[in-house]
């Protein structure tokens, strides 16, 4: 029984999505697959559906010739006009359809038809799957987690898979096999391996797209999200502007009692979101972003892109945030970079500061005062100042080029004094070694001597012995000693006996 290509062909566009044609001429490349096969690979055979007979024709091609000289592919001109067209000429090219009823018969040739109809429609399935998505990044997607590989997650979309690797979900978030989850998809690409979709779920952009979908306003254009950071788990702080003067953008953001952010702080499993007003002027904009802190002075450097935050006391931990959190977001969300520090370390820093360059001879409390304001912290500073660049108000740049060379001077006299009071220290201590050696050494020398006096006492005291006899001899108080004590020894031996 023949089967109805045409209906095959249908039903198999129908469940893969695949648009007709593919499936035509992934057909008929499995039918010359085949053919090739089961005639040999020298025949030119060529392959064409038939849609009003529902099933694929095989042809063969010749050239006309007048002499042949490869069978296989050519036919001279009366061989070509007796079989196949009576009216063939030399160069003509005659199609010679080929009985395919044998091909069903032959196995080897019918498995490596069916493999190759598979391959190109999974080739095509992916392709299609492709132009799907490839116009759909930094789009949030929603799917269902299948399964886990190396600490990576493979999320089912539907027609296809994803995968959110580990560094690209949040920490500490824990997900189970069968749940759904959102994710910004990150990246696209077909290559010779397959289809390959990239989830992200700590992206700055997952975090735009979630307010984008919450708060109508954005969605619509009147709010823009100008800026964001987030570090993913833990905190985030984003920029918002109000095209529309009658528009609050941080409340449209916030919502009815707070909603709208809710939604989002849930959907990133607890993340604390902090929206700020955006503004051009960007010392408030660090203010703002600084916040909950609250912030007493900026100094701003234009040249190293830097500001100097000065806050109260008592809020320094807080603009500096859990582990410098804080301050890393608003670096981010500005950045600038930001140096934060206490109305007291600033006060002593400023003190130091003014003593400093009050020390360079000549150069006046006016002129440190201006300096200081300009952004010069020390002598040493302003001695590696350039006086062709010395550009401060109020200093003329003959006064610029004294107060330089008085300030190396200065500095060098500094270095001086400081390498001479360095070289006493180390003579001095030279001086105190070598005193701590001698006397160590003598110690050693007297311990020498007593040690071999220690070894030698018999000869050292029997001539002391002797010397100490005689004279007791000839004393009066020699025999009281012996007849004190020859009695006692008798009557120590009469007790004895």
């Known amino acids: 029984m023949q089967v109805d290509l045409n209906r095959v062909i249908e039903q198999v566009s129908k469940e893969k999505g695949i648009d007709k044609t593919i499936v035509i001429n992934a057909v008929e490349e499995m039918m010359h697959s085949a053919a090739r096969r089961t005639f040999g690979p020298d025949r030119n055979i060529e392959s064409r559906f038939n849609p009003e007979l529902g099933e694929i024709e095989l042809f063969e091609i010749k ?20 079989k196949y ?9 005659i199609l010679i359809k080929l009985d395919t009823a044998t091909m069903g018969r032959i196995a080897a040739a019918a498995q490596a038809a069916k493999q190759n109809l598979i391959q190109h429609i999974r080739d095509a399935e992916r392709k299609q799957i492709f132009n799907e998505y490839k116009d759909r990044k930094l789009e949030v997607v929603s799917g269902i987690v299948q399964r886990f590989e190396r600490k990576n997650m493979i999320v089912n979309l539907g027609r296809t898979e994803a995968i959110l690797p580990e560094k690209e979900q949040i920490p500490h978030e824990r997900y189970r096999q069968g749940d759904r989850i959102r994710a910004l998809i990150l990246d696209v690409d077909l290559s010779e391996k397959g289809l390959s979709i990239v989830l992200s779920r700590t992206a700055n952009d997952f975090l735009m797209k979630l307010f984008e979908q919450e708060v109508p306003e954005i969605y619509e254009g009147i709010v823009e999200i100008r800026q964001s950071a987030r570090e993913p788990g833990g905190r985030a702080k984003v920029a918002v502007y109000s095209k529309d003067s009658d528009v609050d953008p941080v409340g449209a953001c916030v919502g009815m009692k707070g909603t709208r952010v809710q939604s989002v702080v849930q959907e990133l499993r607890g993340e604390k979101i902090d929206i700020v007003p955006w503004t051009d002027d960007q010392a408030e904009l660090v203010c703002r972003a600084l916040a909950p802190a609250k912030v007493s002075k900026v100094i701003i450097d234009e040249d190293e892109h830097a500001m100097e935050v ?12 859990k582990r410098g959190q804080n ?13 934060v520090r206490s109305e007291a370390e600033a006060e002593e820093e400023a003190r130091s500061a003014r003593a400093s360059l009050n020390a360079i001879p000549g150069i006046g409390d006016i002129n440190a005062e201006l300096l200081y304001q300009w952004g010069f912290r020390s002598a040493e500073q302003l001695s590696e100042a350039d006086e062709t660049a010395f550009d401060v108000e109020g200093i003329s740049a003959e006064r610029a080029t004294q107060i330089i060379n008085a300030a190396r001077d200065h500095v060098a006299n500094k270095k001086a004094a400081a390498e001479a009071k360095a070289a006493a ?12 050696a001698l006397a160590a050494s003598g110690a050693e020398t007297a311990d020498g001597e007593k040690a071999e006096v220690a070894s030698s006492p018999t000869v050292e005291s029997a001539p002391a012995a002797t010397e100490d006899a005689a004279p007791a001899a000839g004393d009066d108080s020699a025999p009281a000693v012996s007849q004190d004590s020859a009695p006692a020894a008798s009557d120590d031996a009469g007790e004895k006996s």
Do not use: Y
């Not at 050239?63 to 007796?82: I, Q």
């Not at 067209?85 to 090219?93: K, M």
């Open 63 to 82: 050239t006309v010739v007048d002499k042949v000289a490869n069978s296989a592919a050519e036919a001279d001109v009366a061989e070509a006009r007796a």
């Open 425 to 436: 220290a180390e003579a001095a201590a030279a001086e105190t070694a070598a005193a701590a």
């Open 327 to 339: 301050v890393r977001l608003a670096h981010r969300l500005t950045g600038w970079k930001l140096d």
């Open 85 to 93: 067209d009576p009216e063939a000429e030399v160069g003509d090219e």
């Open 310 to 321: 000065i806050v109260p006391d008592d809020q320094l931990s807080l603009a500096i945030g």
